[in-house]
């Protein structure tokens, strides 16, 4: 059994998800576990976010510190976290855990074919959505945005200013090379002016 399969096992185990895992040429072991989620039945309220505590990584540190050196893997340095505002999106429950949230998502390879996107275009930021009436299973998903250029501080608006139109990307999982949450900070309710 290879030390990943060990790291994979170890944290399930304990009743974590293994969300990512670095292994960097300066010895470190960099592992990122959250708890596990469960989509709710339909009609049913989405479950309460459980946020993993220091307590929980002391605790997967130990655990893994006893695994790997039972299995023999040398590392220098072993660090055990909960996913940052980054936090990247591997299979179709994390999709469905952050629906609605803003993504940034990077394609395996352009699909040129949209009339507004540019046809080497791989990149995208936007809203996640699940695309309504797609069989279950089949996983499409859409990401919504607009190419709206960002008000800058201060800067007033006009009223009378049309919009930039709502785009929309369909894909599906195989074609993600890689989804992460965006890393928007809101600092909105923390006392910021006008809030």
Known sequence: MGWQDTVAQTVAGLGFD?????RSAGGLLRVTIDWPWTPPADGQP???????TVEDCERV???????????GMEYRRLEVG????????R???DFRRFEGQVVDITLKAPLGANTA???NRKKFRGTL????GAQAGAGQWQIVWSDEPPVKPGQRVSKKREPAPLQALGFTLDEIAQARLAPIVNFKGRGAPGA
């Open 18 to 22: 293994l969300v990512d895992l670095e």
């Open 46 to 52: 989405l479950p309460t976010e459980q946020f993993v």
């Open 61 to 71: 540190t130990r655990q893994l510190q006893y695994a790997l050196e039972v299995e």
């Open 82 to 89: 909960s996913p940052g505002i980054d936090r990247p999106l």
């Open 91 to 93: 299979s179709e429950n």
């Open 117 to 119: 996107v540019a046809a």
């Open 129 to 132: 959505e699940r695309v309504e």
